[in-house]
T-cell receptor, first 111, second 114 residues
Framework: TQLLEQSPQFLSIQEGENLTVYCNSSSVFSSLQWYRQEPGEGPVLLVTVVTGGEVKKLKRLTFQFGDARKDSSLHITAAQPGDTGLYLCAGAGSGTYKYIFGTGTRLKVLA | GAVVSQHPSRVICKSGTSVKIECRSLDFQATTMFWYRQFPKKSLMLMATSNEGSKATYEQGVEKDKFLINHASLTLSTLTVTSAHPEDSSFYIC??????????FGSGTRLTVV
């Protein structure tokens, strides 16, 4: 069974601060996705990374896929209250379209 | 863009009854749909993978007879929670996969069994 551990589990920061969320596994993934979910809603896809070492930027969010494709990070610069939510990574193994979700990181950005 | 509609958004049912949840891809054909369950303040747990015209593939530990999945067309998958009990209360979310749009999630269904 593929397990994806995210850290930290909870994070409460002030507006304007930077933060990094980590997603780690002992398994190799062919692709990894990051989602943000707000209470009572489904997750919304932020990014998909497929190549080891790949870095993608989405405005103030920077996503990195580890060289060995076992881990990933999400860095947010100058966090804003609108960034508050549950951040989830999800990985799929080779030859499958089935994504397994990480344990989640709950972020709260205080104004 | 791709839109997945999930209904109902909330349902309360009595213990022992069955509840059907629908997941529709509105503007694309979904070759594969996935059903997840989410406990409060927890991550998503994959329950099953649903392919159009074939039987669903269930994850280990998920009861096939309790959680019936039907994927009768390329735009519709249903999850029926049979003989529901309070411990089945949860947030159920579907996602649909297409070659063009990747993965799109529905808005979820909050099931409360009383």
């Amino acid at each position: 069974t593929q397990l994806l551990e995210q850290s930290p589990q909870f994070l409460s920061i002030q507006e304007g601060e930077n933060l990094t969320v980590y997603c780690n596994s002992s398994s190799v993934f062919s692709s990894l996705q990051w989602y943000r979910q707000e209470p009572g809603e489904g997750p919304v896809l932020l990014v998909t990374v497929v190549t080891g070492g790949e870095v993608k930027k989405l405005k103030r969010l920077t996503f990195q896929f580890g060289d060995a494709r076992k881990d990933s990070s999400l860095h947010i610069t100058a966090a804003q209250p609108g960034d508050t939510g549950l951040y989830l990574c999800a990985g799929a193994g080779s030859g499958t379209y089935k994504y397994i979700f990480g344990t989640g990181t709950r972020l709260k950005v205080l104004a | 863009g791709a839109v997945v509609s999930q209904h109902p958004s909330r349902v309360i049912c009595k213990s022992g009854t069955s509840v059907k949840i629908e997941c529709r891809s509105l503007d694309f054909q979904a070759t594969t749909m996935f059903w997840y369950r989410q406990f409060p303040k927890k991550s998503l747990m994959l329950m099953a993978t649903s392919n159009e015209g074939s039987k669903a593939t269930y994850e280990q530990g998920v009861e096939k007879d309790k959680f019936l999945i039907n994927h009768a067309s390329l735009t519709l998958s249903t999850l029926t929670v049979t003989s529901a009990h309070p411990e089945d209360s949860s947030f159920y979310i579907c996602s649909a996969r297409s070659g063009d749009y990747g993965y799109t999630f529905g808005s979820g269904t909050r099931l409360t069994v009383v």
